[in-house]
């Protein structure tokens, strides 16, 4: 059976009320061990069945603890492995977390990195700490979906890299067809090198990772029928939560659990797939499964979440989308043509009235420097008038919201940042890192040009050298060879020139050096603090450098570094700052990572009178009375292949993982890829478009009562200002909110 099931329809209820039904109506006989089993996402969810389940087995006056399991797929797989193994060897089974998995590819990067060095340096625009960190980061999660792909398709790393190999030489030969792809060959094989690094390490460790564990199981339940028969007597009923976000394994071990002829139950909202782009998860899965002849189709198309004019603009979307979007693979891969019903008199979740609710389409002439301060006095306004409703901002990428923060701190406004770190949690550890490093070692003067680098990259008053100047500039500092004759001059001498070898230094070098060295000299004294008040004292020097300029999002993710060097000295008191400096590189490198829980795992229930601020892909799961929508313009839902795209990276100019994963099933899978008749860029495009029209979609029916949907007409990416086209989907929203409200205004 396959339940497709709109936003807010209450599948986590349906599974619920089913999977107690069966238990009710003796489907499954506890005295032979046997349960249903429910699969899910996260250990959260599973907490959430299993209460659930156990409440509504008391209710109807049965055993509430027996009868079901509920199990992530991780578990699943691990008790099928070890279910094999048997004794004490099963038990000894090592299955990497998702950290030690992490830690793992950051030592094969690192690894590839001193092997390559010169290639690794060939990808970097320039050399700047904060360049090199979010780069680093790029490649980290790329490798990190690239692997996932690669492992659900059942790629080997030898394979590949002889695919590339072969590749390699035919391009020698013959004229190349897709340019993009034979530019971005040199990644590939790094991301392919990786993949081999990280399987060679985790074998020394006699580990499996997450994808290797799925592969054991499928291998044992598709290979041993006596294990597969073994598991069908166990649980003859499978009930699947979240099966648009299925991959291949999963698919595959469950579809042999169950067996021809078994009961599976996959409840899902194809929709509703937003992480298709940078994991191996993707809605065809599900939708071929709902359009199987031997699969029961029993949807769940009403939802009470949502004023009825909202659902009817989400419906909108998917309507336009599946007739009428310029590319025809988007028009049969972004939606499954299915509309969200308003609840029927008499449900128990009646629709907020369309009468107490609203939509407005927002357009700001300038760039986002008018949009982002505008949205965050809107937000802040809403929860004064309504100060009983829920209300959250949506952001694109975490960037704009790390920029929104900004604004609402000024306002002082009450907010939940639900915001990841990621990639400025380790610039913000790379910056102070780099100026932590020359406070525990002044003399060395290598050290010199990577503070001032870090102080560039962040334009603090300190470093105010000129871009086209600024190489020439790091050099003259590289080549200091006396740096205690700068750092510690003495009166009446004119030591800059002594520091530096004769003829290096221009005259318009002594202002910007005396600038940087008298900065250096007034946060010398900081040295002597506890290292904790050592860094909040150095982050308000960096971030905080004026009443004007205070950055209150990176000043809190420094005060959480500061709070975790000191709890590692206070684990290691006899460690001091050059020790504490080399664990602060754990971070800005990636080893490491402050405990930053998504609101998913957490739990996180919005309160009245307190504003949201997480990413569109954040809210997934969540719902509030007003949601603001930022950033939706055709850089973000680009309406052609060829556009530009925002919140990806410029070197590859589109989103690194979707771009690599296509070129990884291009090359393997060649005419057998999802889309046989365009280049792998040209998927990748596909897929990202697909992908971020269905967050629009999320995110549009996260709202009960009050949407805004925003765009400027101008933004700023990577230094350089794009005109940003009116997304597509925005006129067509635009022309539905005229229609149904020939009062609306429109700014």
Same mark, same amino acid.
């Given at each position: 059976?396959?339940?497709?099931?709109?936003?807010?329809?209450?599948?986590?209820?349906?599974?619920?009320?089913?999977?107690? /039904?069966?238990?009710?109506?003796?489907?499954?006989?506890?005295?032979?061990?046997?349960?249903?089993?429910?699969?899910?996402?996260?250990?959260?969810?599973?907490?959430?069945?299993?209460?659930?389940?156990?409440?509504?087995?008391?209710?109807?006056?049965?055993?509430?603890?027996?009868?079901?399991?509920?199990?992530?797929?991780?578990?699943? !797989?691990?008790?099928?492995?070890?279910?094999?193994?048997?004794?004490?060897?099963?038990?000894?089974?090592?299955?990497?977390?998702?950290?030690?998995? +992490?830690?793992?590819?950051?030592?094969?990067?690192?690894?590839?990195?001193?092997?390559?060095?010169?290639?690794?340096?060939?990808?970097?625009?320039?050399?700047?700490?904060?360049? /090199?960190?979010?780069?680093?980061?790029?490649?980290?999660?790329?490798?990190?979906?690239?692997?996932?792909?690669?492992?659900?398709?059942?790629?080997? =790393? *030898?394979?590949?890299?002889?695919?590339?190999?072969?590749?390699?030489?035919?391009?020698?030969?013959?004229?190349?067809?897709? *340019?993009?792809?034979?530019?971005?060959?040199?990644?590939?094989?790094?991301?392919?090198?990786?993949?081999? !690094?990280?399987?060679?390490?985790?074998?020394?460790?006699?580990?499996?990772?997450?994808?290797?564990?799925?592969?054991?199981?499928?291998?044992?339940?598709?290979?041993?029928?006596?294990?597969?028969?073994?598991?069908?007597?166990?649980?003859?009923?499978?009930?699947?939560?979240?099966?648009?976000?299925?991959?291949?394994?999963? *698919?595959?071990?469950?579809?042999?659990?169950?067996?021809?002829?078994?009961?599976?139950?996959?409840?899902?909202?194809?929709?509703?797939?937003?992480?298709?782009?940078?994991?191996?998860?993707?809605?065809?899965?599900?939708? %071929?499964?709902?359009?199987?002849?031997?699969?029961?189709?029993?949807?769940?198309?009403?939802?009470?979440?949502?004023?009825?004019?909202?659902?009817?603009?989400?419906? +909108?979307?998917?309507?336009?989308?599946?007739?009428?979007?310029?590319?025809?693979?988007?028009?049969?891969?972004?939606?499954?043509?299915?509309?969200?019903?308003?609840?029927?008199?008499?449900?128990?979740?009646?629709?907020?009235?369309? &009468?107490?609710?609203?939509?407005?389409? $927002?357009?700001?002439?300038?760039?986002?420097?008018?949009?982002?301060?505008?949205?965050?006095?809107?937000?802040?306004?809403?929860?004064?008038?309504?100060?009983?409703?829920?209300? %959250?901002?949506?952001?694109?990428?975490?960037?704009?919201?790390?920029?929104?923060?900004?604004?609402?701190?000024?306002?002082?406004?009450?907010?939940?940042?639900?915001?990841?770190?990621?990639?400025?949690?380790?610039?913000?550890?790379?910056?102070?890192?780099?100026?932590?490093?020359?406070?525990?070692?002044?003399?060395?003067?290598?050290?010199?040009?990577?503070?001032?680098?870090?102080?560039?990259?962040?334009?603090? =008053?300190?470093?105010?050298?000129?871009?086209?100047?600024?190489?020439?500039?790091?050099?003259?500092?590289?080549?200091?060879? &006396?740096?205690?004759?700068?750092?510690?001059?003495?009166?009446?001498?004119?030591?800059?020139?002594?520091?530096?070898?004769?003829?290096?230094?221009?005259?318009?070098?002594?202002?910007?050096?005396?600038?940087?060295?008298?900065?250096?000299?007034?946060?010398?004294?900081?040295?002597?603090?506890?290292?904790?008040?050592?860094?909040?004292?150095?982050?308000?020097?960096?971030?905080?450098?004026?009443?004007?300029?205070?950055?209150?999002?990176?000043?809190?993710?420094? #005060?959480?570094?500061?709070?975790?060097?000191?709890?590692?000295?206070?684990?290691?008191?006899?460690?001091?700052?050059?020790?504490?400096?080399?664990?602060?590189? *754990?971070?800005?490198?990636?080893?490491?990572?402050?405990?930053?829980?998504?609101?998913?795992?957490?739990?996180?229930?919005?309160?009245?009178?307190?504003?949201?601020?997480?990413? /569109?892909?954040?809210? $997934?799961?969540?719902?509030?009375?007003?949601?603001?929508?930022?950033?939706?313009?055709?850089?973000?839902?680009?309406?052609?292949?060829?556009?530009?795209?925002?919140?990806?990276?410029?070197?590859?100019?589109?989103?690194?993982?979707?771009?690599?994963?296509?070129?990884?099933?291009?090359?393997?899978?060649?005419?057998?890829?999802?889309? =046989?008749? +365009?280049?792998?860029?040209?998927?990748?495009?596909?897929?990202?478009?697909?992908?971020?029209?269905?967050?629009? #979609?999320?995110?549009?029916?996260?709202?009960? +009562?009050?949407?805004?949907?925003?765009?400027?007409?101008?933004?700023?990416?990577?230094?350089?200002?794009?005109? %940003?086209?009116?997304?597509?989907?925005?006129?067509?929203?635009?022309?539905?909110? $005229?229609?149904?409200?020939?009062?609306?205004?429109? %700014?």
């Amino acid at each position: 059976m396959a339940v497709s099931a709109v936003p807010g329809s209450g599948k986590t209820f349906t599974l619920t009320q089913l999977a107690a /039904q069966l238990i009710a109506e003796e489907r499954i006989d506890p005295t032979r061990n046997q349960q249903v089993l429910v699969v899910t996402y996260l250990n959260a969810s599973v907490d959430n069945f299993k209460a659930r389940i156990h409440d509504r087995l008391a209710e109807l006056g049965l055993n509430p603890e027996r009868g079901y399991d509920v199990r992530t797929l991780h578990s699943l !797989g691990l008790e099928i492995v070890r279910l094999v193994q048997g004794g004490e060897r099963g038990n000894d089974l090592i299955v990497l977390d998702e950290g030690q998995s +992490r830690r793992f590819l950051t030592l094969a990067v690192d690894n590839w990195i001193e092997a390559y060095p010169m290639e690794w340096a060939s990808f970097l625009p320039d050399q700047t700490p904060q360049a /090199q960190t979010r780069w680093r980061t790029t490649v980290e999660k790329t490798a990190a979906a690239f692997i996932r792909t690669a492992k659900n398709e059942r790629y080997a =790393p *030898e394979a590949i890299l002889g695919q590339i190999q072969t590749l390699t030489q035919r391009l020698k030969e013959e004229p190349a067809v897709d *340019e993009a792809s034979v530019t971005r060959l040199p990644f590939l094989n790094m991301l392919a090198g990786i993949f081999s !690094g990280y399987q060679a390490i985790i074998k020394r460790q006699g580990a499996l990772d997450f994808n290797d564990l799925i592969g054991q199981a499928v291998d044992l339940v598709v290979g041993r029928p006596d294990v597969a028969d073994l598991l069908r007597q166990r649980w003859p009923f499978v009930l699947e939560d979240e099966a648009q976000d299925s991959v291949p394994l999963q *698919e595959i071990l469950l579809s042999h659990l169950v067996g021809e002829g078994g009961n599976w139950v996959r409840v899902g909202d194809p929709n509703q797939a937003i992480t298709s782009t940078f994991t191996a998860a993707h809605p065809r899965y599900l939708n %071929a499964f709902l359009d199987r002849e031997d699969v029961q189709n029993r949807p769940l198309p009403h939802s009470g979440r949502c004023a009825p004019k909202i659902l009817a603009a989400a419906n +909108r979307l998917v309507h336009w989308a599946c007739d009428h979007h310029p590319v025809p693979e988007v028009r049969q891969n972004a939606f499954r043509r299915q509309d969200i019903l308003p609840t029927p008199v008499g449900d128990g979740q009646q629709n907020p009235p369309d &009468k107490e609710s609203r939509i407005v389409i $927002k357009v700001y002439k300038h760039r986002e420097d008018e949009e982002l301060p505008n949205l965050a006095h809107l937000a802040h306004l809403y929860t004064q008038k309504r100060p009983h409703q829920t209300v %959250a901002i949506l952001v694109p990428t975490n960037d704009v919201g790390h920029k929104i923060a900004e604004h609402l701190d000024r306002l002082e406004a009450s907010y939940d940042n639900l915001l990841r770190g990621g990639t400025r949690e380790r610039e913000i550890a790379t910056a102070l890192h780099a100026l932590l490093a020359l406070l525990a070692d002044p003399l060395r003067g290598r050290l010199l040009h990577k503070a001032y680098l870090a102080l560039y990259d962040i334009n603090h =008053p300190a470093a105010t050298v000129p871009d086209q100047h600024i190489e020439r500039f790091e050099a003259v500092l590289r080549s200091v060879v &006396k740096a205690e004759k700068l750092l510690y001059p003495q009166e009446g001498r004119d030591d800059i020139l002594e520091a530096l070898p004769k003829g290096v230094v221009q005259a318009p070098d002594l202002e910007h050096i005396g600038r940087f060295i008298n900065f250096l000299q007034n946060i010398f004294p900081l040295r002597l603090l506890p290292i904790d008040d050592l860094i909040i004292a150095l982050s308000d020097e960096v971030f905080a450098f004026d009443d004007k300029n205070v950055n209150e999002t990176d000043l809190a993710i420094a #005060y959480q570094i500061a709070n975790v060097l000191r709890s590692w000295y206070d684990l290691h008191p006899h460690w001091r700052l050059p020790e504490l400096v080399n664990e602060l590189a *754990e971070i800005a490198e990636g080893r490491r990572h402050l405990s930053v829980v998504s609101s998913e795992e957490s739990g996180y229930d919005p309160q009245p009178g307190r504003i949201s601020l997480t990413t /569109q892909h954040g809210a $997934k799961g969540l719902e509030w009375d007003g949601v603001f929508l930022a950033g939706i313009d055709g850089m973000w839902i680009p309406g052609t292949l060829d556009a530009y795209f925002l919140g990806v990276d410029e070197y590859l100019g589109g989103d690194p993982a979707a771009e690599m994963t296509a070129e990884l099933k291009s090359l393997m899978a060649g005419d057998q890829a999802h889309y =046989p008749h +365009r280049s792998a860029t040209e998927a990748a495009h596909i897929e990202v478009i697909c992908e971020r029209l269905r967050l629009l #979609y999320v995110g549009m029916t996260r709202a009960r +009562r009050f949407l805004q949907i925003s765009r400027s007409r101008k933004t700023r990416a990577y230094r350089k200002e794009y005109d %940003a086209e009116p997304s597509t989907a925005l006129g067509v929203l635009y022309q539905f909110v $005229k229609e149904i409200d020939d009062r609306a205004t429109f %700014a």
